[in-house]
C-alpha cells in the first residue's frame, strides 16, 4: 500500500538554526498538510498547500515557517528560526481529493534546545 | 472555534475486554467526525468516519455513532486484542474549512 514518507525520524537542533523537514507525499495526491503535536497536547494543524500554492494555514504557521513542493514528489516544511516551543512531533499528510481520507507519515520528532 | 475533547489515557485493558473511548466536540453546523489510529512507529491512519448525525462508522470491529444530541462520537469495540494497542486520535471536519480538528489522542494498552 502507498505511504507518506517522512524525513528524518528525529532532529535535534541548536536554537535559533533553521531546520527543514522533509515528506514524500502518494505520487498522485494533490492536497499536502502538516500537522503538529506538543507532547500531551492535541495534534494542530499548520498548513495545507494545493495546485503549489497555500490554501489555508493556522495562527501557528506565522513568517518563520515556509513550505515548498520543490520537485514534484517533495513537499518541505522550512522553520527559519527554531525556538524552544517549536519542539514537537511534526506529521505530514497527503489526499486524493479531500480532507476527509487523509494519509499520514509517521512523523518527525523535532527537539529544540 | 471548533474543538475536540478525549478521554484521557492510558486505557489498559486485557484481551477480549470491552472498549469505549469517549470522544465530544464543539462546533457549529454538522462536521464530519472521525478516529484516526496510530500503531507504534507508523504515521496516523483513518479508521472510521461519520458525515451526518446517527450514522454509524464501522471498521475492524470498531464502530463509532455520530450523536447531534450529545455532540458524541465514541469508539467502541466489542472484544480487543493486543494488536489494538495504539493511540486513538478523534477528528472532525468542518465544512467550512480544509483542516481536520483533532483532539489530544488515547492511548490504549491491551494486555494479554
Known amino acids: 500500500e502507498p505511504e507518506v514518507t517522512q524525513t528524518p525520524s528525529h532532529q535535534v537542533t541548536q536554537m535559533g538554526q533553521e531546520v527543514i523537514l522533509r515528506c514524500v507525499p502518494i505520487?498522485?495526491?494533490?492536497?499536502f498538510y502538516w500537522y503538529r503535536q506538543i507532547l500531551g497536547q492535541k495534534v494542530e494543524f499548520l498548513v495545507s498547500?494545493?495546485?503549489?500554492?497555500?490554501?489555508?494555514k493556522s495562527e501557528i504557521f506565522d513568517d518563520q515557517f515556509s513550505v515548498e513542493r520543490p520537485d514534484g514528489s517533495n513537499f518541505t516544511l522550512k522553520i527559519r528560526s527554531t525556538k524552544l516551543e517549536d519542539s514537537a512531533m511534526y506529521f505530514c499528510?497527503?489526499?486524493?481529493?479531500?480532507?476527509?481520507?487523509?494519509?499520514f507519515g509517521s512523523g518527525t520528532q523535532l527537539s529544540v534546545l | 472555534g471548533d474543538s475536540v475533547t478525549q478521554m484521557e489515557g492510558p486505557v489498559t485493558l486485557s484481551e477480549e475486554a470491552f472498549l469505549t473511548i469517549n470522544c465530544t466536540y464543539t462546533?457549529?453546523?454538522?462536521?464530519?467526525l472521525f478516529w484516526y489510529v496510530q500503531y507504534p512507529g507508523e504515521g496516523l491512519q483513518l479508521l472510521l468516519k461519520?458525515?451526518?448525525?446517527?450514522d454509524k462508522g464501522s471498521n475492524k470491529g470498531f464502530e463509532a455513532t455520530y450523536r447531534k444530541e450529545t455532540t458524541s462520537f465514541h469508539l467502541e469495540k466489542g472484544s480487543v486484542q493486543v494488536s489494538d494497542s495504539a493511540v486513538y486520535f478523534c477528528?472532525?471536519?468542518?465544512?467550512?474549512?480544509?483542516?481536520?480538528?483533532f483532539g489530544g489522542g488515547t492511548r490504549l494498552m491491551v494486555k494479554p
Open positions: 461519520a458525515t451526518k448525525a446517527d
Open positions: 462546533a457549529t453546523g454538522y462536521p464530519s
Open positions: 499528510a497527503s489526499s486524493e481529493d479531500s480532507v476527509e481520507k487523509l494519509f
Open positions: 477528528a472532525l471536519h468542518h465544512n467550512a474549512g480544509n483542516m481536520l480538528t
Open positions: 505520487s498522485n495526491h494533490l492536497y
Open positions: 498547500f494545493y495546485n503549489n500554492e497555500i490554501s489555508e
